[in-house]
Structure formats: structure tokens, C-alpha cells
């Protein structure tokens, strides 16, 4: 497959809150994309860094990729890991993804969610929010299920709901260590935990309540997900577990492929060895070549999805701010390797 040159950038907006979040994106320098890949992080991650592999593979097979980093997460202003409601992060997203979406450039692109952990319950609430307006999703080891051996009793979550709004932002959830659990290779390890971009400390309470949340509510209503969707997971994953995947499988998408991987972690993308990260690469690259052949079947709604009755666009409220040192959006060119 012939590598594409791309074009990384990076900017940063404003939400509904007022609250500045770091931006970038990666864009094949010469050619049209193929279709527009929307990144959802995962709890703690950033994506300029930590992402940013995804990011250049993408681009280098034709894709032009975004990503935000979360508030309170990577370069984004805000508590650090601090998630006060996960709709925040949900309507964040919805709010800058589709304000690109609707842009005139990229109006006749279609348009694919890319969730990893927590992300993938990002990118289903994304499906779930504007079901008509996204062609597919990438889910990669997704939070989309609490597994039965580490769900709290029904007792202690009632506990902590009583106090999560006296000490919302205490650090007082006990966890086990995230990055020796989901990385494989020891010197991405090492890198990895080296980002100081990357939240390592232990989880807020209303943080951990909120994700808790989410997954339950989630997968009380996975038979509601229609979106054509791709689930990656490794079989020795101790993160997010196997059979939590397998909960997709009864969703009411006619186009859904599971795949599991014998002897993957959790970090599929960033912590395996080069030959199983260019494996799992090449399936997603794949799955996206095969639903991108036909332009005009993945973009058919996305008029009447973006405007409202006036005919403007509804979706273009993220404002573009300059870059911290006031040198406005940052423009790298990048060739593939």
C-alpha cells in the first residue's frame, strides 16, 4: 500500500463552558480524504501524543483524522481527570466532530467514530445521540459492559453516591495500575508512563461514579446501537475483559465484526509488538477501505443532518482560538515513513 504524505495541525477551542481544549488533526497533504476519522480517547489519554500513531497510520493510507483531548485531560484546560458529568465529554465532542462534518470541504465525506476504552463508550454515545449522522465506528477493547468480577455491590455504590457531591474530586478510589496492566511491550510501557501529558494518579470519586454510570447505562441499552461497527479486543486483555465485547454482538447492526486477538493486552494500538500493532492496523484499515468504496452511500443524510430550517449549519459552535503562545492554528507537514 502506497504511504501518503499528510499534514499534522493543532488548534484549540472553546465549549459551551468556556472551557479552552486542545485540538489536531492529521490531513493527507495532496489528495481528498477518503473519509473523515473522528478520535475518542480513552480515560486519563491524550491525543496528540498518545493517539498519535493512529493518527499517522491513518493519514498515510488517505484518511484525515481529529482528535480532542477531553476536558481536564492531555493539553485541555480543566481538573485534571476530572469528569463532573460524561455527557460533557459526549456533547464536547458531538459539538467540534460534527462542526468539522459539516464544513464544505469535507460535506461529501463520510464519517467514522474511532473509540479506544472509555473512547468506545464515547463513540456509542455519539451513534446514540445523532443515530442517522455517523457511517460506522472503530471500538477498540471499549468500556461498553462492567464486567461481574469487578462490578461494586449495588451497597458500596450507594455509598459513594451519597458523598460524590461533599468530596466529588477526591482521589480516594482505589485502583490497581492501569499501565502495567493494558501495556505489553516494556519500553512503550516505559514511554508511555513517561507522558506526562497521561493521568496516572488514582481516580476522582465523581470521575469513577460517572464512568460506572455510564457503562451500566450503557449496557442496559446496547440493543439500541445500529451503526456498522468493528470490535478489537485481546484475549488476555485485564482491562476492559473479552466477554464485555461479546455484549455487542446482540446490537441490532446487520454490519458487525468482533474480532479477538490470542494473547493481546488492552493497548492494541500503542503497547503490543510492532508486528501485532501493524496486524491489528492493518484490520482496521482494512474494515475502513471496504466501507469507504462507495462515496455517495455514506454521505446521502448529510444535509438534512447538519443544517437546521434556516439552512446553517447547526453544528459550527466550536470557536478557534490562537495557540498559547498566540501563533494560531500550528501547521506541521509530515511524510510517512
Known amino acids: 500500500m502506497t504511504k501518503l504524505k499528510f499534514d499534522y495541525e493543532e488548534e484549540y477551542i472553546r465549549n459551551s463552558r468556556g472551557v479552552e481544549l486542545f485540538a489536531c488533526r492529521w490531513v493527507p497533504s495532496s489528495s481528498s480524504p477518503r473519509a473523515l476519522i473522528f478520535l475518542c480517547h480513552g480515560y486519563g489519554m491524550e491525543c496528540s501524543g498518545f493517539m498519535s500513531e493512529c493518527g499517522i497510520r491513518l493519514a498515510s493510507a488517505g484518511y484525515a483524522v481529529f482528535g480532542m483531548d477531553y476536558e481536564g485531560h492531555g493539553r485541555s484546560k480543566g481538573a485534571r481527570c476530572y469528569i463532573k458529568k460524561f455527557s460533557d465529554i459526549v456533547n464536547d465532542c458531538y459539538d467540534y466532530y460534527t462542526s468539522i462534518s459539516v464544513q464544505e470541504k469535507y460535506r461529501g465525506k463520510g464519517r467514522f467514530l474511532y473509540g479506544e476504552s472509555m ?116 484475549e488476555a486483555d485485564t482491562v476492559t475483559v473479552p466477554e464485555i465485547s461479546k455484549a455487542l454482538d446482540p446490537t441490532n447492526t446487520r454490519d458487525k465484526t468482533i474480532k479477538l486477538y490470542p494473547g493481546m493486552w488492552h493497548g492494541l494500538t500503542s503497547g503490543e509488538p510492532d508486528a501485532n500493532v501493524d496486524l491489528v492496523f492493518a484490520d482496521i484499515i482494512n474494515w475502513l477501505d471496504v466501507r469507504t468504496g462507495d462515496a455517495t452511500s455514506l454521505t446521502a443524510n448529510v444535509e438534512k443532518v447538519a443544517c437546521n430550517v434556516q439552512g446553517e449549519p447547526k453544528r459550527e459552535q466550536a470557536s478557534l482560538l490562537g495557540g498559547l503562545n498566540g501563533g494560531g492554528r500550528r501547521l506541521v507537514h509530515r511524510s510517512s515513513m
Not at 166 to 183: E, G, M, R, S
Not at 192 to 208: E, H, V
Not at 209 to 218: G, K
Request: glycine share 4%; with cysteine.
Open 119 to 234: 473512547g468506545g463508550a464515547v463513540a456509542l454515545l455519539l451513534h446514540k445521540k445523532d443515530p442517522s449522522f455517523w457511517n460506522g465506528a472503530l471500538l477498540v477493547a471499549p468500556m461498553c459492559k462492567i464486567s461481574e468480577k469487578v462490578k461494586p455491590h449495588p451497597v458500596v455504590i450507594n455509598l459513594l453516591t451519597r458523598v460524590e457531591e461533599i468530596i466529588p474530586k477526591w482521589k480516594i478510589v482505589p485502583t490497581k495500575d492501569v499501565i502495567d496492566a493494558a501495556f505489553k511491550d516494556p519500553v512503550k510501557r516505559e514511554e508511555i508512563r513517561n507522558n506526562k501529558l497521561i493521568y496516572q494518579d488514582k481516580p476522582r470519586l465523581k470521575t469513577a461514579l460517572e464512568m460506572l454510570r455510564t457503562s451500566m447505562n450503557l449496557e442496559d441499552t446496547l440493543h439500541e446501537i445500529t451503526l456498522p461497527f468493528f470490535v478489537l479486543h485481546g
